[in-house]
């Protein structure tokens, strides 16, 4: 069965952090694209960060970039979100998915490629 658990989430002060992680099962991570993506309340859902699956070559949001970190452990078949300086705007759902290795991380992949499958998510709260 493919599936994608996502963990690492939870209430943290502004300029704080966190790491969320993405795990896989059924399928191996290094052999697919990956990405995470957040949702706010009332908000569609927005790419963050890929990372992609031939060289590792990533890609960050402008809202993220400098603070966020994606990185691939093959050996443990997961892939992380270092989350730095967070900010109360980053609080969202954060979600993790899959696609084609052929689609290449950019920031036009995050609406026009064949996602999936997805995580139930984990929730980032950024509060004092």
């Known amino acids: 069965q493919l599936q994608l658990v996502e963990s690492g989430g939870g209430l943290v002060q502004p300029g704080g952090s966190l790491r969320l992680s993405c795990a896989a099962s059924?399928?191996?991570?290094?052999?697919?694209?990956i990405g995470w993506f957040r949702q706010a309340p009332g908000k569609e859902r927005e790419g963050v960060s890929c990372?992609?699956?031939?060289?590792?070559?990533?890609y960050y949001a402008d809202s993220v970039k400098g603070r966020f970190t994606i990185s691939r452990d093959s050996a443990n078949n997961t892939v992380s979100l270092q989350m730095n300086s967070l900010k109360p705007e980053d609080t969202a759902v954060y979600s993790c998915?899959?696609?084609?290795?052929?689609?290449?991380?950019?920031?036009?992949?995050?609406?026009?490629?064949?996602?999936?499958?997805w995580g139930q998510g984990t929730q980032v709260t950024v509060s004092s």
């Open positions: 990372i992609s699956a031939r060289d590792d070559w990533t």
């Open positions: 998915a899959r696609v084609e290795p052929y689609y290449y991380c950019s920031e036009y992949i995050f609406r026009g490629a064949p996602w999936g499958p």
């Open positions: 059924g399928f191996s991570l290094v052999d697919y694209t």
